[in-house]
């Protein structure tokens, strides 16, 4: 059926509810948000942005006049991150959660949970670790390096592969080229963040 022209499907309660949940578990599970969260990159009230982009995303499925589209999430998501958490997400994560919340959004107009029910019984840590830089300032030399893989920003001198810690809890950053810190006792180098408070969640 071609829903190009029509509007959107009318969601019911017990749907919109569950719609609200799932697209929560896929925010917890977005690698790069929670990495932007956890590091602060929003400034203080970092988890307070992603919750808020969770209920715009849902405002977006359930206020919309017309036929959601993917591109337009999807731009949703992209300028979301680089206003409000100065980030730039280039490992097509952004296309692979706009895909999961339009699939999702599709299940719960025809009363299907299955795929947030399938959310709930995974576990959080097998999701997929993806990596994610903080955008150079204007006043800062935009131009990064990709080293083995790796993406390296000029401006911290720090090479960021969450990939290699996917099984740890904590997501690890790797040390820096020139190892100025003092070492910790199971080898890993004290590294400073760039921002003044470095406090982690």
């Not at 405002?59 to 036929?67: D, G, L, N, Y």
């Not at 097509?92 to 709930?120: D, P, R, W, Y």
Request: with cysteine; proline share 2%.
């Amino acid at each position: 059926m071609d829903l190009k022209n029509h509007a959107p499907p009318q969601l019911t309660v017990e749907a919109e509810a569950q719609l609200q949940e799932g697209i929560n578990l896929v925010m917890s599970r977005w690698a790069s948000l929670q990495m932007a969260v956890a590091n602060e990159w929003g400034g203080r009230g970092s988890r307070e942005k992603s919750q808020e982009l969770a209920e715009r995303i849902f405002s977006f499925f359930t206020k919309s006049k017309e036929q959601v589209y993917i591109d337009d999430l999807e731009e949703i998501l992209d300028e979301f991150m680089l206003s409000d958490f100065n980030t730039e997400v280039g490992d097509g994560s952004i296309e692979e959660v706009a895909e999961k919340l339009m699939i999702m959004h599709e299940q719960c107009t025809e009363g299907n949970f299955e795929s947030i029910n399938e959310l709930k019984r995974t576990n959080p840590g097998n999701s997929a670790v993806t990596y994610s830089r903080q955008a150079a300032s204007d006043d800062e030399d935009e131009d990064d390096d990709v080293e083995n893989g790796k993406l390296v920003d000029d401006s911290s001198d720090m090479a960021v592969d969450a990939s290699e810690h996917q099984g740890q809890k904590d997501m690890m950053v790797d040390e820096p080229r020139t190892n100025d810190g003092p070492e910790t006792e199971d080898g890993w180098t004290v590294v400073s963040s760039r921002r003044k408070n470095g406090k982690r969640n």
